[in-house]
């Protein structure tokens, strides 16, 4: 720690992460920033974190850092966002936490994943049947938008017609998690956590009538054991859905798109849909990540590549840039549908918090890529995708296609 490059001596990056032009180019900044200054320091004293080795540690090592929940939630304005905020276990340190945690991890048992292969299955075909009709469309409506929200709506037994409120409340919360998020926004959000909030939990005061096998119900029938209150599991239940749904939907989207891109690799997998769609879907997560930011918060002093970083510190850590480092992955900047250690990728992020569902996602991906080339083919763009407005949340809002069939 001695030899560190302490906080007065460190260039200072003058950038701000929030505004559009950084959002705009964030893979080629971060991209620069891995090979020339992994740990940036910016004007408001907060941290950008690019390598692999870094990042890693960060969220891994419980001692030293820590999610920054005062932090988090002192940006949301009183009401139903801020609870949400306080209420769910993405935002949360121990003990919290892991009250949290073992509750919802009873959810994500194999077993329980397993059974949803055939439901996976189903959806998939019935979307490509109705996308096979026209031959053209918008793959986001069409397919990675409905396919994950069908799957979610039926972990939680809620009705997939009322898929309306959902798909608006959540980008709307995730638009308020957002690194540039403003006024306007947070407004918006909270108003539809209060939407999300009465919805679930009526369907919660009717489902402990007559519990079933969903993870709704599941949540009920644990609270005592778990020490969760209703309020917790009805927050519980919107956590999963939001985390369950729009990240979904950008790996299948952005996997596609970086396939359309890299013709040589969609046609590697086309040639072999069932053996290597699974091990194509970790290759999309690295490569163009769901989440491109995660933030920390270091509990004292700690050293990053030779950097002093003090205590209270905020982190940015760049999924984005750890996924292209050249310390981990031969030829980062390469997709490549066969690469061995794709799996070493951080998007599902790593330690406490690591992806509860990623189970779940892997499945979905790898269904999804397998079945779409085994009854599609010559995807071509017939305009240009629009990318979402965020840092944090990467993905496409439309991704126009034109397609035929086998
Ligand atoms: C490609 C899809 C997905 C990606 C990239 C993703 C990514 C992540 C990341 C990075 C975190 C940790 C956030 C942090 O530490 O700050 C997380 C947490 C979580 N995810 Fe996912 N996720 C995906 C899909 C899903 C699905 C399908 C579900 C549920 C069905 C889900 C449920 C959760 C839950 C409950 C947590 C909280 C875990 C905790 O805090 O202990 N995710 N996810």
């Avoid at 939990?201 to 009920?220: T, V």
């Avoid at 991906?365 to 965020?390: C, D, W, Y």
Wanted: proline letters at 6%.
């Amino acid at each position: 720690m001695s030899e560190a490059v302490r906080p007065e001596d460190q260039p200072v990056l003058d950038v701000d992460p929030a505004s559009e032009a950084f959002r705009h180019n964030a893979m080629p900044i971060f991209q620069r920033l891995l090979r020339e200054q992994p740990v940036a320091r910016l004007p408001d004293g907060r941290y950008l974190i690019c390598s692999h080795q870094d990042v890693s540690t960060a969220l891994s090592d419980h001692d030293n850092y820590r999610r920054p929940t005062e932090w988090s939630n002192a940006r949301k304005p009183e009401g139903p966002f801020r609870e949400f905020g306080l209420n769910n276990m993405i935002g949360m340190n121990p003990p919290d936490h892991t009250r949290f945690r073992k509750a919802i991890m009873r959810a994500f048992a194999p077993q329980r994943v397993a059974a949803l292969e055939a439901l996976i299955a189903d959806v998939t075909d019935e979307l490509i049947d109705g996308m096979q009709e026209t031959g053209r469309g918008d793959f986001i409506e069409d397919f990675a938008l409905p396919l994950p929200i069908t799957v979610i709506c039926a972990m939680l037994d809620i009705p997939v017609e009322d898929r309306g409120l959902f798909s608006s409340g959540t980008a709307a919360m995730l638009a308020g998690l957002e690194i540039s998020t403003n006024r306007e926004e947070l407004e918006r959000a909270s108003a539809a956590a209060g939407e999300l909030y009465t919805y679930l939990h009526d369907i919660a005061r009717k489902r402990e009538r007559s519990l079933g096998d969903d993870l709704i119900s599941l949540l009920i029938q644990h609270e005592k054991a778990d020490n969760l209150s209703r309020d917790e599991v009805v927050w519980a239940a919107i956590t999963l859905l939001i985390a369950g749904h729009e990240t979904t939907t950008h790996l299948i989207g952005n996997g596609l798109l970086a396939l359309i891109r890299n013709p040589e690799e969609m046609a590697r997998l086309a040639a072999d849909p069932a053996g290597l769609a699974e091990g194509a879907t970790e290759e999309f997560l690295r490569y163009d990540p769901t989440l491109y930011v995660l933030f920390r918060q270091a509990v004292q002093d700690v050293e990053m590549s030779g950097v002093l970083v003090p205590k209270d510190s905020l982190l940015i850590l760049s999924i984005a840039a750890a996924n292209r480092d050249p310390a981990v992955f031969e030829d980062p900047d390469r997709l490549d549908v066969t690469r061995a250690n794709a799996r070493q990728h951080l998007t599902f992020a790593a330690g406490r918090h690591l992806c509860a569902g990623h189970a779940v996602a892997r499945l979905e991906g790898r269904i999804a890529f397998q079945k779409l080339l085994e009854r599609l083919q010559g995807f071509e763009l017939t305009a240009e995708p629009v990318p979402r407005n965020g840092l944090m949340f990467k993905g496409y809002l439309s991704i126009p296609i034109s397609f035929g069939s086998h």
